[in-house]
């Protein structure tokens, strides 16, 4: 079975400082996808980054990246310069090959001002 | 870019009334879309896949018959809620994968939150 594990249910940043968000996952598949999504109090689900796991190279979203390691199954999302609309829920994913999603329990982001 | 609408955005109702959400794709054909349920401070938990002109595959432990899944057009996919009871309150999310993009794009409904009294 696939699955994906946060282990940090909560996570506090000094504004404009840099966090980092944990993430493992499980699975068989050797051609997948991860991602990192956002849900604010809005309840809307906002995608923040994604990683092909063929790709070696770690993805980048301006403040956003992730560390993949394929061999451990980590994928982690460090915030620079964290900003206040940055506090959100922040939910760990992985894709299989049907396109269905196995989703992290998140992590609550609280930026302090 | 691409945009799912959903709605409503919330519902209130009767203990043994039936509700239907909807999830329209605006700008592109969803062969597939995927429904979801979220409980407060939980993840998302698959409910159910709908494919265009097919029944839908529900996951383990989802009764078919309570939560009720069409999908008649490349554009439109609706859950009902049949026969509601005050355990249905949650939040209902739908996500679409776009048909003509070959990668692994969906995009998400604004999601419905369902109070049943």
């Known amino acids: 079975a696939q699955t994906v594990t946060q282990s940090q249910p909560e996570m506090s940043v000094q504004e404009a400082e840099t966090v980092t968000l944990s993430c493992t996952y499980d699975?068989?598949?050797?051609?997948?996808?991860l991602f990192w999504y956002k849900q604010p109090p809005s309840r809307q689900m906002i995608l923040v980054i994604r990683?092909?796991?063929?790709k070696q190279q770690n993805a980048t979203e301006n403040r956003f990246s992730v560390n993949f390691q394929k061999a451990a199954k980590s994928f982690s999302l460090k915030i620079s310069d964290s900003q206040l609309g940055d506090a959100a829920m922040y939910f760990c994913?992985?894709?299989?090959?049907?396109?269905?999603?196995?989703w992290g329990a998140g992590t609550k982001l609280i930026i302090k001002p | 870019g691409a945009v799912v609408s959903q709605h409503p955005s919330w519902v209130i109702c009767k203990s043994g009334t039936s509700v239907k959400i909807e999830c329209r794709s605006l700008?592109?054909?969803?062969?597939?879309m995927f429904w979801y349920r979220q409980f407060p401070k939980q993840s998302l938990m698959l409910m159910a896949t709908s494919n265009e002109g097919s029944k839908a595959t529900y996951e383990q432990g989802v009764e078919k018959d309570k939560f009720l899944i069409n999908h008649a057009s490349l554009t439109l996919s609706t859950l009902t809620v049949t026969s509601a009871h005050p355990e249905d309150s949650s939040f209902y999310i739908c996500?679409?994968?776009?048909?003509?993009?070959?990668?692994?794009?969906?995009?998400f409904g604004s999601g419905t939150q369902l109070s049943v009294l």
């Open positions: 990683q092909e796991a063929y």
């Open positions: 996500s679409a994968r776009d048909q003509a993009l070959t990668n692994e794009k969906l995009f």
């Open positions: 700008d592109f054909q969803a062969t597939t």
């Open positions: 994913a992985l894709m299989d090959s049907n396109y269905q999603l196995i």
């Open positions: 699975t068989s598949e050797s051609d997948y996808y």
